[in-house]
């Protein structure tokens, strides 16, 4: 079974651009999470997706947004690139509705702003 | 709120010794709580998850953790550590039920194993 998977691996932007990352949650996955893993700051929630509908956000500006497809895919989209915006970005896929499953991972999508 | 507290940043042991990476935990409601390990240049991976069943939970890669509600702690523990343990783990929680999918991780513990 492949597991969760994103691309690009890694992704090289200026300030002021826009950034788009992809994730494919493993199949039969309804839900997608995205978390933030910056240097120093840690793992952080940003959003949760779930059949096609943003359920949760975390505390980030609105610059971060995305978006699920009807085959459960996932984009996350940055806009205004700011050099804290740097960090590793990593997707997440689980079973909604049994809460008892665990979210899996992804080997993330490293964003470089210079 | 949910919060995790991963006490030691950073911890080293001997190849063949015990390990032990600490975790508290804050929840207003029963938690679910999970361990994950983080290679280098890789995503996370779950190594075990506690779920309100057992409370002394077996996982990957011969790690167990207990979780023991009147300390609020689910540390992790390895009878014998491998050079292949060298690591991040996160300790993570999130609230039990539905409607409240997020994860809030630690602040990670970085495993070094001594040969």
């Known amino acids: 079974e492949a597991g969760v998977t994103q691309s690009p691996t890694h992704l090289i932007k200026t300030r002021g651009q826009q950034a788009t990352l992809r994730c494919s949650p493993i199949?039969?996955?309804?839900?997608v999470y995205w978390y933030q893993q910056a240097l120093g700051l840690g793992l952080q929630f940003l959003l949760w997706?779930?059949?096609?509908?943003?359920?949760n956000r975390g505390n980030f500006p609105p610059r971060f947004s995305g978006r699920q497809f009807p085959n459960y895919s996932s984009e996350l989209n940055v806009n205004a690139l700011e050099l804290e915006d740097s960090a590793l970005y990593l997707c997440?896929?689980?079973?909604?509705?049994?809460?008892?499953?665990?979210?899996?991972f992804g080997d993330g999508t490293r964003l470089s702003i210079l | 709120a949910q919060s995790v507290t991963q006490l030691g940043s950073h911890v080293s042991v001997s190849e063949g010794a015990l390990v032990l990476l600490r975790c508290n935990y804050s929840?207003?409601?029963?938690?679910?709580l999970f361990w994950y390990v983080q290679y280098p240049n890789q995503g996370l991976q779950l190594l075990l998850k506690?779920?309100?069943?057992?409370?002394l939970v077996k996982g990957i890669n011969g790690f167990e953790a207990e979780f023991k509600k009147s300390e609020t702690s689910f540390h992790l523990t390895k009878p014998s550590a491998h050079m292949s343990d060298a690591a991040e783990y996160f300790c993570?929680?999130?609230?039990?039920?539905?409607?409240?999918?997020?994860?809030?991780f630690g602040t990670g513990t970085r495993l070094t194993i001594i040969p």
């Open positions: 997440a896929s689980s079973l909604w509705e049994d809460s008892n499953q665990p979210q899996h």
């Open positions: 993570a929680v999130r609230r039990g039920g539905f409607g409240n999918e997020k994860l809030t």
């Open positions: 929840s207003s409601v029963p938690p679910y």
């Open positions: 997706y779930d059949e096609g509908e943003e359920r």
């Open positions: 506690y779920t309100s069943a057992a409370t």
């Open positions: 199949s039969g996955h309804t839900s």
